[in-house]
């Protein structure tokens, strides 16, 4: 599969918090040879119910035999898939970066003011950078702190909520 063929799609999917139901899942996107990019699960807006987001690139034919295999699954209330333009989408990113670099060069700082990120740690040995945003500005922030040394970094899983007024799956647990 070319990545650079495919379109990133996220997939919600909505449950009760039941053991084994992540594994059940990511072997479904195993079997159809579909790699997960990033993957977070927490409550959502409907108490006792999770919210799993999943971003994967993929073909539309492929995604939508993908999300319907997700629902058959018994604990799985529902699932959808958004394209980028129909969700608002947020990760963050660490950027551990020696305090040392920090301090010899001012435009590390410059570089956290100029990406609205913020300076979370600062101790002797290094300083640590929170960025929240999305993909590319996390990625240009990376490629521009390179230079004077990341010692770590680490980015979460996508975060995301759809444009329309509700959660989708309001109109599941009305019925």
């Known amino acids: 599969m070319n990545i650079n063929a495919q379109i990133l799609y996220t997939v919600t ?11 059940q899942i990511s072997n479904i ?41 997700i629902e058959k699954k018994i604990d799985v209330l529902t699932a959808y898939y958004y394209l980028e333009d129909e969700i ?29 990120a913020k300076i979370i ?21 990376f490629e521009e702190l390179e230079p004077y040394g990341i010692l770590q970094f680490v980015r979460s899983g996508s975060v995301s909520i759809t444009r329309s007024k509700y959660e989708q799956l309001s109109d599941v647990t009305m019925c």
Do not use: M, P, W
């Open 13 to 23: 999917v909505y449950s009760e918090n039941h053991v084994g139901l992540l594994t």
């Open 121 to 141: 740690e600062v101790n002797n040995l290094y300083t640590v950078i929170e960025k929240t945003g999305g993909k590319t500005e996390i990625r240009e922030l």
């Open 29 to 69: 996107f195993t079997r159809r040879f579909i790699n997960i990019e990033s993957l977070t699960v927490s409550a959502s807006a409907i108490k006792g119910i999770h919210k799993f987001t999943i971003t994967c690139y993929s073909d539309s034919k492929s995604i939508e035999k993908l999300v319907r295999q």
């Open 88 to 116: 608002i989408s947020r990760e963050i990113a660490l950027f551990k970066v020696t305090t040392s670099a920090l301090l010899a060069n001012s435009t590390v700082e410059s570089l956290v003011n100029k990406y609205n």
